[in-house]
């Protein structure tokens, strides 16, 4: 019977951890990142996940040629997060590592492609303790 | 202390599986394979992938840059929502709605507009997204109707808001059924407007160019095969891959990347040929106007 109490408690602090993460997180990119897409209009899609060091997030996403986009990538207290764009075949395009490790950046295609925006978490360098935090990926466009 | 440690490991499944995903199935899954390994896997890399689709008003902006007049008979009657009473039917139609709302916006069609957004408001509650994540946005679009690109931001928002809210209910599918529903509603009118013979080139590219965001919506859609609904969709949406799939498409290998530090801007030319043939174009018209029937009912 205490065992199963005990397991229902963990069950129970995972629960709050989750949401707790989860609120913590959204409340971060509301007050912290939606910002930076002004003055291009959200396009309403929370692309977030509470992420360790040295973890890979992608997302796919369709830039059309008659519209400008702003990647923001924005992380709680992770460092120097990497943002890449990708093309299908690989090959990178851009890399905030390349402008100061940026979190915002604009772009703009001749014509519709899908890319990849890949972000990394770096890794710990064994010296500090494990690090995760909130990471999110928001896109922004505006007609051209 | 030996239930401490017994309890370990499945503090630590549970870790990972709360820090992950807030995605249900995945947790589910997670939490299968987390089961089966030892610890030290659990401190694998993660690798996330997200696939975005375009909202509501980017799939109007970019598929409606044409000059054609306004057709009110495209639009899906604010009469049939009484239809819809299952979470999968209000979702995608709560997409289809939110597109011709803003078709009627891009066409100045204030009192559209607002019959639209009277819709959307119900759809909401339908759908139990509570009031200040959903409708209480739209209260603001019908304070600013005036001022088109504001209501734009409005609309924007509004689908952020449900997004997120969704998203953190563990109610991801919705949240993808929504934008399905935007995107076969946009789909719609750009393939019913390419349809008449004075048809301009610019609609039709613009159709051509869905192909990257079919096969996006598709893998969206996958992560959910196992409800019969969602399943169905997906047969559906895999008929009009196929038929992107089969349009000729060239790359032009030098591909020009240039870079403004100071503005911030990266501008990529990649010269690319696409040939659709008329029967091509015919028949994704076809399909998408057979799955948005089964959709509006």
Redesign the interface.
């Known amino acids: 019977m205490k065992k199963i109490i005990s397991i229902l408690s963990v069950a129970a602090l995972c629960l709050a951890v989750n949401f707790g993460a989860q609120a913590q997180c959204k409340t971060f990119i509301k007050n912290e990142c939606k910002p930076k897409l002004a003055p291009y209009i959200y396009n309403g899609q929370m692309n977030s996940a509470v992420l360790n060091q040295g973890d890979f997030a992608e997302l796919m996403l369709t830039f059309y040629s008659n519209q400008d986009y702003r990647i923001v990538v924005c992380n709680d207290g992770l460092g120097d997060v990497t943002f890449r764009l990708l093309d299908l075949q690989g090959k990178e395009l851009f890399t905030n590592a390349d402008h100061n490790y940026t979190d915002t950046w604009d772009f703009s295609t001749n014509s519709t492609q899908l890319l990849t925006v890949e972000v990394s978490v770096p890794e710990n360098n064994g010296s500090e303790e494990p690090k995760s935090g909130c990471v999110s990926i928001l896109v922004g466009f505006k007609e051209k | 202390m030996r ?1 401490t440690f017994k ?1 370990l490991p ?2 630590v499944v ?2 990972a ?6 995605d249900k199935k995945q947790k589910e899954q997670q939490l299968k394979s987390a089961l089966t390994i030892d610890s030290s896997e659990c ?1 694998a ?11 509501p ?2 799939i109007t ?2 598929l409606l ?1 044409t000059e054609e007049p306004f057709n009110g008979d495209m639009l899906n009657s604010a009469d049939n929502l009484e239809k819809y009473n299952t979470s999968s039917s209000l979702a995608l139609n709560f997409g289809i709605y939110g597109a011709d709302l803003c078709y009627c916006r891009v066409y100045d069609q204030l009192q559209e507009a607002i019959n639209y957004l009277s819709v959307i408001k119900k759809v909401t509650e339908k759908l139990q997204i509570p009031e200040e994540e959903g409708s209480e946005t739209i209260n603001r679009i019908e304070q600013s109707l005036e001022n088109r690109d504001s209501i ?2 409005i609309i ?2 509004t ?2 808001r449900a ?2 809210y969704l ?2 209910n563990e109610r991801d599918m919705t ?1 993808s059924l929504i ?1 399905a529903g935007a995107w076969i509603e946009g789909m719609y009118f750009a393939t019913t407007l390419a349809a008449q013979p004075d048809a301009k080139d610019d609609i039709i590219n ?1 159709i051509v ?1 869905q192909k ?2 079919v ?2 919506l598709v ?1 969206l859609l996958n992560t959910y095969n196992e409800t019969p609904e969602v399943a169905s969709l997906i047969d559906d949406f895999n008929k009009v891959q196929e038929i992107y799939n089969s349009i000729e498409v060239t790359y032009d290998k030098s ?1 020009v ?1 240039n ?1 403004d ?1 100071n ?10 040929t696409v040939k659709m043939t008329k029967d091509q174009l015919k028949e994704i018209a076809t399909l998408i106007k057979a799955i948005r029937s089964k959709i509006i009912g």
Not at chain 2, 17 to 22: D, F, W
Not at chain 2, 45 to 55: A, E, G, Q, R, Y
Not at chain 2, 264 to 272: F, G, L, Q
């Open positions: 239930l309890m499945l503090f549970c870790l599986v709360a820090c992950s995903s807030n401190e890399t993660v690798k996330k992938i997200f696939f975005n689709l375009p909202s008003v980017e902006q970019t840059k734009f931001y924007s928002d689908y952020a997004d997120s998203k953190e949240a934008l613009n160019d990257y965001t096969a996006n893998n591909v990347v870079t530090q503005e911030h801007v990266t501008s990529i030319d990649a010269p690319v």
